[in-house]
């Protein structure tokens, strides 16, 4: 069940001040920036948890500081085969395998699986290291239109017609960084039954940190176990680095173990902090922050929305916001950075939209002054270019809106993975 779209006016927690944070000055400057920080991803906070920071430091006195390395170099094998139990269990999947990266893990699973012949099918929305590889892996690449099911099923008929033989790969985000739009993906799945094909579902954004049980939308959508592929990083929720495969049988990360996806692992210290933020998100703590969290994206978004301003996609740990592209990207970004708001607008060129990354540690005012900062330099940028009138809508009072905008023959291939 999705998060329905409402304020939590209840359960005020803290209301008394905005944290600032420091950053490093610019050469030259004798002054610090500081900045109200809507740009961290650590969601649930716990990179600085009590637990979280006994645990490194009691790995790094018993086994001391190690760099990644190869697996049966990291002192303590046992943590890296727990961690991957760990895993498989949470996604209901038979095995897991542990990268250095969520870039590492993608390269894993499509350099180990996708041969040339093969096709793959992915979301245009996607870029980064999947689309990348894909790119790498194969010419017979396929973009569908982002979350249209029905292009993804009229691509799949039409290489069907004409290739009965070759793998085809389905690859989708269970919560797009774009524009926080998550797909259908038991249709997704359907549609992969129906046309032989593997389903691979990226996990990057939220698992840990959204659903009442920490498991995303894998969870929410009853797709637990469902996907033939699973990979994802731990950075956003899990307070280190490092990312992983999961797969619903045992021959493919025996497969991949084969390969360079085993030549790297991760060190003890970040195997024992994941192990531990693994225990606290599936416990009631983890609720409970996870509730937080979501309380404080609903607040947000709304807050957004009374001001005229609009909010893509789900409810989410990323709350984007329509900009527009060009001089008004540009401007926004300078205005936003002069206003000590610290966003994400790595993106905003492209997409035209800013995003604001929500943390359960997040305050009511730190809330309301976001929303208020990101109206007022919108209604700036606005009225400079679009004349006065237009950029006072951005300003009025709560309670006006517009809508939102919306290999070799040996190893196993992509029908082996199914």
Do not use: W
């Not at 490093?24 to 948890?49: I, Y």
């Not at 970040?270 to 983890?286: M, P, R, W, Y």
């Amino acid at each position: 069940m999705r998060h329905r779209e409402q304020t939590d006016a209840t359960n005020r927690d803290r209301t008394d001040g905005v944290s600032l944070l420091h950053r490093s000055a610019t050469p030259g400057d004798d002054h610090p920036v500081r900045g109200l920080d809507f740009a961290s991803q650590d969601c649930l906070g716990l990179s600085t948890h009590p637990d979280i920071v006994a645990t490194a430091a009691d790995t790094l006195r018993r086994l001391g500081v190690r760099s990644v390395c190869a697996a049966t170099e990291a002192g303590a094998p046992g943590l890296a085969l727990a961690l991957e139990r760990r895993i498989a269990d949470f996604l209901q999947m038979e095995e897991a395998l542990l990268c250095p990266s969520g870039r590492a893990a993608a390269q894993a699973v499509i350099r180990g699986l996708v041969r040339p012949a093969d096709h793959v099918v992915i979301d245009a929305a996607i870029r980064g290291s999947l689309r990348e590889v894909s790119e790498i892996a194969t010419d017979n690449l396929s973009p569908f239109r982002h979350l249209d099911a029905e292009h993804c099923r009229a691509l799949l008929r039409a290489i069907r017609a004409r290739d009965a033989e070759n793998g085809i790969l389905v690859i989708t985000e269970s919560l797009s960084p774009l524009d926080s739009g998550t797909p259908d993906l038991a249709v997704l799945r359907a549609l992969c039954d129906e046309y032989g094909a593997t389903l691979l579902v990226d996990v990057s954004q939220d698992l840990g940190c959204l659903g009442e049980d920490g498991r995303g939308h894998l969870g929410l959508q009853d797709m637990l176990g469902r996907a033939d592929l699973v990979t994802g990083s731990f950075s956003k929720s899990f307070a280190s680095n490092g990312g992983f495969v999961a797969a619903r049988t045992r021959a493919v990360t025996r497969c991949l173990r084969a390969g360079d996806a085993a030549a790297q692992a991760l060190s003890p210290i970040q195997i024992a902090v994941i192990l531990k933020a693994f225990a606290i998100i599936d416990d009631a703590e983890g609720r409970e922050r996870r509730a937080r969290l979501m309380r404080n994206v609903l607040n947000l978004r709304t807050a957004l929305r009374d001001r005229a301003l609009a909010v893509c996609g789900e409810p989410c740990t990323s709350v984007s916001v329509e900009v527009g592209t060009g001089e008004p990207a540009r401007l926004a970004a300078a205005r936003l950075a002069e206003r000590g708001l610290l966003a994400d607008l790595a993106a905003l060129a492209e997409t035209g939209r800013l995003r604001l990354h929500v943390t359960a540690g997040h305050g009511d005012a730190e809330i309301a002054r976001a929303a208020a900062c990101v109206a007022e330099v919108l209604g700036e940028v606005f009225g400079e270019l679009f004349g006065e009138l237009f950029g006072e809508v951005f300003g009025e009072a709560p309670g006006k809106t517009r809508s939102a905008a919306t290999g070799s023959s040996a190893r196993p291939n992509l029908r082996a993975a199914a």
